[in-house]
């Protein structure tokens, strides 16, 4: 069903999909959330944290409300760019997301740890609970676009999200590399096993512009994020360049002050994706 919004409870279809939806969760009950954008890819390194946070930086700009579920349990990276520091706090019924300097909602397992570099040793159904724990037990409150930033590949975490959560659609996040159209083609054929739409792809370190010349250098190969586009009839994408000031930025937790112009066409798509519950 190419306009499935993962919820069988507003659906009359008797579709094949109505089986495996069954496992969507509800959020927390003082939870309103209209889009939920997972950011995804096929490997790791790749820069998925940073796409999730300019999209989110350029959506809160624009008026949104927005939040971010850090789903990397064992990795965590979304607070460390925003700079928050900040623990997660408790109310009777949930638990409260803390917030970044413009009013981006957070949720991070480094929210919940004593020590931000604590190691979190679990099995992977630990991992993947704590991830679905974070949509169901989080009193999120009004939110219009939520971005969950992805574990790396097809496994435990990735796979509880998509089933789980429902998604109005997937940024693809890849790099030039030769490799690329293996890791791209890994996390499309999931969303679209899951009936997730994939809205965009993202090609991360696609340039870099010479201060003294202004020429474009394709450091790390020919972009083929147009190729893929195609090939995968995906009608977004965009190009992300190596910038030393954007690494800075994100050193220093300041990564609402970067330039969010690259992923503008992918956020569009966003907000013209299906609202949840329609």
């Not at 959020?27 to 997972?38: E, L, T």
């Not at 300019?54 to 990276?77: C, E, H, K, N, Y």
């Not at 159904?125 to 949509?135: E, K, N, P, V």
């Not at 050193?251 to 798509?269: K, S």
């Amino acid at each position: 069903m190419p306009d499935c919004t993962h919820d069988c409870s507003t659906c009359a279809s008797a579709c094949g999909s109505r089986e495996k939806t069954s496992l969507i969760k509800p959020p927390h009950a003082r939870s309103k959330i209209s889009r939920v954008i997972a950011v995804a890819s096929g490997k790791g390194g790749v820069g998925k944290s940073l796409v999730t946070a300019l999209l989110a930086v350029r959506a809160r700009a624009m008026g949104q409300r927005v939040a971010i579920l850090d789903a990397d349990i064992t990795g965590p990276s979304s607070m460390k760019a925003f700079g928050v520091k900040e623990r997660a706090t408790g109310a009777e019924d949930g638990i409260l997301p803390v917030e970044t300097r413009s009013g981006i909602k957070m949720i991070s397992m480094n929210a919940l740890l004593e020590h931000e570099d604590d190691p979190v040793i679990w099995r992977g159904s630990l991992i993947a609970g704590a991830a679905l724990q974070f949509w169901t037990d989080v009193i999120w409150g009004d939110v219009d676009i939520m971005f969950i930033d992805m574990p790396p590949g097809t496994g435990d975490v990735p796979l509880s999200v998509f089933q789980s959560i429902p998604l109005s659609g997937a940024v693809v996040v890849t790099t030039p590399q030769d490799l690329v159209e293996m890791i791209v083609k890994k996390a499309v054929n999931m969303a679209n096993m899951m009936n997730v739409p994939v809205l965009g792809i993202a090609e991360n370190m696609s340039y870099f512009t010479c201060p003294d010349c202004g020429k474009r250098h394709e450091l790390f190969g020919p972009s083929r994020v147009e190729e893929l586009k195609r090939a995968y009839h995906v009608r977004t994408s965009a190009r992300i360049p190596v910038d030393p000031a954007l690494t800075q930025l994100v050193n220093e937790g300041r990564i609402e002050e970067a330039d969010t112009d690259p992923v503008a066409p992918i956020l569009a798509e966003v907000l013209r994706s299906r609202l949840l519950g329609r």
